[in-house]
């Protein structure tokens, strides 16, 4: 049986990585949770996303997966370290591949990023950053409203523009040549944050860099699918199944046409 790639997230947002592996591995099986039940991670104490992040990793594991991926950034701010020291497969988070695609991106030195509260408040893209390029400047900003809306499906509203606007209006006037989208529901608001932002603003996805760092990884150890046969991929939530499949099925229209899919919700929650 084909080793899958887990991904998990706090909600919906980790299908904008689930989208970029299957465009660049379109060979590999990925199962995917998202804990939209208990969704957002970023106001929540540590503790407390720590033990969530460590439920979801118990059940995927049951999959025998290759690889897993925390396709959140709270939850890699806070997990990453913990889970990685307690698995024999290799471990992968968003943070450290969107702070290498922003050193490599910028030409001033000064770097926005947004996030949620957990991920800005724990200073992660800002320690992973300066560890790279000791002398960039970080402008960094929670913006709190942003996951709500796209768990809500809203990412295309005009909605979404006023309230990505009221977000990073503190940003706006800060002089920086790019932004990390340092929260894994953000690229679903890439249209609107591009609408908001000086044009001349490049915007980093973490989501992107991870799929390219996913790949590397599993090149470099031997581990891409070999088999030729299409991929079953494996969806899990623990909330409204309904929206889950909704908004899922709308992002990766592409990626799952003519593709077998299995749809789940799990009573471990």
Known sequence: MQQAIAILDSGVGGLTVVKEVMRQLPQEKVIYFGDTARTPYGPRPADEVLTFTNQLVDYLIQFNPKMIV???NTATAV???QIRDRLDIPVLGVISPGARAAIKTTRSGIV?????????????????????????????????????LVERGLYFSEEAVDTVRDSLQPLLDKPMDCLILGCTHYPFLTEAIAR???????????????????????????MLA???DIPVHQFFCSGDAEMFHLITGSWLREQLLGTPVVWQVPTFV
Request: hydrophobic share 40%; with cysteine; net charge negative.
């Open 226 to 228: 070999t088999t030729k």
């Open 70 to 72: 925390i396709a959140c």
């Open 112 to 148: 926005g990023v947004i996030g949620t509260e957990g991920t800005i408040r724990s200073e992660a893209y800002e320690q992973a950053l300066k560890t790279i390029s000791p002398t960039i400047q970080v402008h960094s900003l929670a913006c709190p409203a942003l996951v709500p």
């Open 79 to 81: 997990a990453l370290e």
């Open 196 to 222: 908001v932002v000086d044009p001349e603003v490049t915007l980093i996805s973490s989501a992107d860099e991870t799929a390219r760092e996913i790949s590397t990884i599993l090149y470099h150890r031997g």
